[in-house]
């Protein structure tokens, strides 16, 4: 079974700052990992996804996450913190039948600090 | 293009009572999923709707339904409203085919039950 763990349900860091938004997963075969995006009163937006090939991944907003197998982890980074970031942020796993479902982890609030 | 669009965006039941919860797909898609995000969760997979049909199913009791109509859009249903309903309902809908992130969310409907 898949299961994926984020670590804290609450990040807050300085505008500028360096974010990093954990997650490691657990899976039986190799694995699709996603990380979406929450908004206030918005739906989940597709940040970026690891399939196959290149471990370090670039999404939008300047997001980027690197695929570890040997650590089973897939965590977030930014940079510099921009106050637009602030928003739920939630670590995803799926096999690689295109039949299965996504696992989406509990989710971590991202709040910038001005 | 019109993006996934869910109505209504607040709802308050009492324990018991039926709901129904309507989604609007994206132009050109013609597979809806739905999700249930309960409070500090990541959203659950309840069932995914293709050609009008169930097409797979998360761990949820009979008394969560739907529907899917020919223009794509769809409907869930849920029956003898319990408390632990209370969630963000999200409808995301993608082609059939597509691979398991290619899907777009809607915004949601947040339901409460009292």
């Known amino acids: 079974a898949q299961s994926v763990t984020q670590l804290g349900s609450h990040v807050s860091v300085s505008e500028g700052a360096l974010v990093l938004l954990r997650c490691n997963y657990s899976?039986?075969?190799?694995?699709?990992l996603f990380w979406y995006v929450q908004y206030p009163n918005q739906g989940l937006q597709l940040l970026l996804k690891?399939?196959?090939?290149?471990?370090l991944v670039k999404g939008i907003n300047g997001f980027e996450a690197e695929f570890k197998k040997s650590e089973t982890s897939f965590h977030l980074t930014k940079p510099s913190a921009h106050m637009s970031d602030a928003a739920e942020y939630f670590c995803?796993?799926?096999?690689?039948?295109?039949?299965?479902?996504?696992?989406f982890g509990k989710g971590t609030r991202l709040h910038i600090l001005p | 293009e019109t993006g996934v669009t869910q109505s209504p965006t607040h709802l308050i039941k009492t324990r018991g009572q039926q709901v129904t919860l309507r989604c609007s797909s994206q132009?050109?898609?013609?597979?809806v999923s739905w999700y249930q995000q309960a409070l500090g969760q990541g959203p659950q997979f309840i069932f995914q709707?293709?050609?009008?049909?169930?097409?797979g199913r998360g761990n949820f009791p009979p008394r969560f339904s739907g529907l899917q109509f020919p223009n794509y859009s769809s409907e869930l249903n849920v029956n003898a409203l319990e408390l632990d309903d209370s969630a963000l309902y999200l409808c995301?809908?993608?082609?059939?085919?597509?691979?398991?992130?290619?899907?777009?969310f809607g915004p949601g409907t947040r339901l409460t039950v009292t």
């Open positions: 132009s050109g898609h013609n597979t």
């Open positions: 995301a809908s993608s082609l059939a085919g597509a691979l398991i992130y290619e899907q777009y």
């Open positions: 709707y293709y050609r009008e049909e169930e097409n």
């Open positions: 995803a796993v799926s096999d690689l039948n295109r039949d299965d479902k996504i696992i």
């Open positions: 690891y399939t196959t090939g290149a471990t």
């Open positions: 899976s039986s075969v190799p694995p699709y």
